[in-house]
């Protein structure tokens, strides 16, 4: 179901709640609302729909990937960035890091740890800030 894009800024700045496997169908809601806004946004953070779970949906090289319960565990190469968000007007500046490494459950809530870099890697550090109650 594609859902509203939430701009309410108490919202958006609380921290998100761990995701569990009842929370799949957020899953579905975050991919269909992502590919909708396709040609202006390119990730998604559960709560940019109204819902405050651990739950993020990005462009990862032109296919859609959802993480539950993301975390970065390392990160190198610090930088600054210009970023929109379809919950904010305008652009803003965010430091970002060049290489992060991610650890996060899978749609089967297994673990999966991987390396992330360049554009991807930025995205997915917008989202889990969206996660962490972080607005840019």
Same mark, same amino acid.
């Given at each position: 179901?594609?859902?509203?894009?939430?701009?309410? %800024? $108490?919202?958006? @700045? %609380?921290?998100?709640?761990?995701? !569990?496997? *009842?929370?799949?169908?957020?899953? @579905?809601?975050?991919?269909?609302?992502? /590919?909708? &806004?396709?040609?202006?946004?390119?990730?998604?953070?559960?709560?940019?729909? #109204?819902?405050?779970?651990?739950?993020?949906?990005?462009?990862? =090289?032109?296919?859609?990937?959802?993480?539950?319960?993301?975390?970065?565990?390392?990160? @190198?190469?610090?930088? *600054? !960035? /210009?970023? #929109?968000?379809?919950?904010?007007?305008?652009?803003?500046?965010?430091?970002?890091?060049?290489?992060?490494?991610?650890?996060? =459950?899978? /749609?089967?809530? =297994? /673990?999966?740890?991987?390396?992330?870099? #360049?554009?991807? $890697? %930025?995205?997915?550090? &917008? *989202?889990?800030? &969206?996660? *962490?109650?972080?607005?840019?």
């Amino acid at each position: 179901m594609i859902r509203d894009i939430c701009k309410d %800024q $108490a919202f958006l @700045a %609380q921290k998100a709640e761990p995701a !569990a496997p *009842e929370d799949l169908p957020v899953a @579905a809601d975050l991919l269909e609302t992502l /590919e909708v &806004h396709r040609d202006g946004c390119v990730g998604m953070a559960a709560n940019m729909i #109204g819902v405050n779970k651990r739950i993020i949906a990005f462009d990862n =090289q032109g296919g859609y990937m959802v993480m539950f319960n993301p975390e970065i565990v390392k990160r @190198a190469g610090p930088y *600054e !960035a /210009e970023e #929109g968000c379809l919950s904010l007007s305008g652009t803003r500046r965010a430091r970002r890091w060049e290489s992060i490494k991610v650890r996060w =459950q899978n /749609e089967k809530f =297994q /673990e999966r740890i991987k390396t992330f870099t #360049g554009w991807t $890697a %930025q995205i997915i550090q &917008h *989202e889990i800030d &969206h996660c *962490e109650g972080i607005i840019i």
